[in-house]
């Protein structure tokens, strides 16, 4: 799976090193000399370093045109050697194992894969110190075809949990916005893409968005999303971790535990911080803040609850643009919704937009007395359960 992925990746940009530049990635020479670094990698060299501005951040030049190895320690050097001499004998292959990196106590997670020039010739050898692709392949209804494992162990999750899933079920409320927004474009609202009109940059967008884990901690990612091709509507999502977040969605005596996902990046920052670093303390308003499916649940009636969803505090006496009903067929999935918007693809931006003016009745702002007459139309609505969302009413 890894290999697929990342072999598609690499298909729709020539310049890896443009594309990976939030990526901490090396290009070796067949000869282990590093001729080129991103500028995630330097920070990864350099621990000590808390923003990209930092003195302390590695210069290019400390690093190119040197031998990969005078980076990693002397308990690394063998096996480092063994893994370049077997991708160099089987371009196809793609290898991964722990380094120690010179005066770094914990070991990194590296990926050694075939570097191809723009002609896909073999040029050297990648070395990702992110370990394994965690990625995501996603269809034109945001739904997961495919994932690799790496994506799973990130989110905390089994591979079959997330499998035919949506994608933005583990996007936290933060970001969900903006990676429906990302995901709309590279689907193209559900329009068929004339061939005057690919252009695959257009159809590649790059953004940091916040994960949420199975623990309901808040993960920092960086997403590179690209569109496949022109006539499929398939976008493919790789995720790079970057951080674990103090944001907790839920309630401190209700907390999971972390994992060992959690513990490793935990005490992998104690370690490779300096002493004088201090644990910031979590806010506590955003310790607890609790998603808007949470907060509408006070709510027992189906047709008041959906509707406070939209609302920022769960008050169905406010009002719902546009962007709120958007945001509310994200956060509540398809098989979760009233009729009529069950089958409403989110990323098809004309007809959500359709389905709220219809609702509000033309009306820019949509009101709960419009919500409430559109749901009482038909029965469907009328005698529904609400849900799997409305798991907060015994029975439902």
Not at 267 to 283: G, T
Request: hydrophobic share 35%; with cysteine; charged share 30%.
């Amino acid at each position: 799976m890894e290999e697929t992925l990342e072999e598609e990746y690499n298909m729709v940009e020539d310049q890896y090193f443009s594309r990976k530049a939030h990526a901490p990635v090396f290009g070796l020479s067949t000869t282990g000399i590093v001729e080129a670094v991103t500028h995630a990698a330097l920070m990864q060299l350099s621990p000590e370093s808390n923003s990209p501005d930092d003195d302390h951040l590695k210069h290019q030049n400390d690093v190119l045109d040197r031998p990969f190895v005078d980076l990693l320690a002397d308990r690394s050097l063998n096996e480092f050697k063994i893994l370049c001499e077997r991708v160099k004998a089987d371009p196809e292959l793609y290898l991964v194992a722990d380094m120690f990196l010179k005066d770094q106590e914990i070991p990194v997670n590296m990926s050694f894969s075939t570097w191809y020039n723009v002609r896909a010739e073999p040029q050297g050898i990648l070395v990702n110190m992110c370990g394994c692709l965690a990625a995501f392949e996603i269809d034109s209804d945001g739904y997961v075809l495919d994932c690799t494992p790496a994506a799973a162990q990130a989110l905390g999750y089994p591979r079959s949990h997330i499998l035919n899933s949506a994608l933005v079920n583990y996007v936290d409320p933060s970001s969900i916005v903006e990676a429906q927004n990302i995901l709309g474009e590279l689907l193209n609202n559900g329009d068929d893409i004339k061939d005057e009109d690919w252009d695959p940059e257009e159809y590649s967008k790059v953004t940091r968005i916040n994960m949420q884990r199975k623990t309901k901690r808040v993960m920092q990612t960086t997403w590179d999303a690209v569109r496949l091709n022109q006539d499929k509507a398939v976008a493919l999502v790789i995720m790079h971790p970057e951080k674990l977040t103090n944001k907790s969605r839920c309630k401190k005596e209700d907390a999971n535990k972390p994992d060992k996902y959690e513990e490793l990046l935990v005490d992998r920052l104690k370690k490779m911080v300096p002493v004088k670093y201090q644990k910031e303390e979590p806010d506590e308003d955003e310790d607890m803040e609790l998603s808007p499916v949470e907060r509408a649940q006070k709510q027992t009636q189906p047709v008041k609850y959906h509707y406070a969803v939209m609302q920022k505090h769960g008050d169905i006496r406010g009002k719902c643009e546009f962007n709120d009903f958007h945001k509310y067929l994200s956060t509540v999935w398809q098989e979760n919704r009233p009729w009529e918007l069950h089958r409403l693809n989110v990323y098809n931006k004309k007809r959500v937009k359709t389905m709220f003016l219809k609702i509000s009745r033309d009306a820019e702002e949509m009101e709960f007395e419009h919500w409430e007459k559109w749901w009482n139309l038909s029965d469907n609505r009328k005698l529904w359960d609400g849900g799997g969302t409305m798991e907060h009413v015994d029975p439902p």
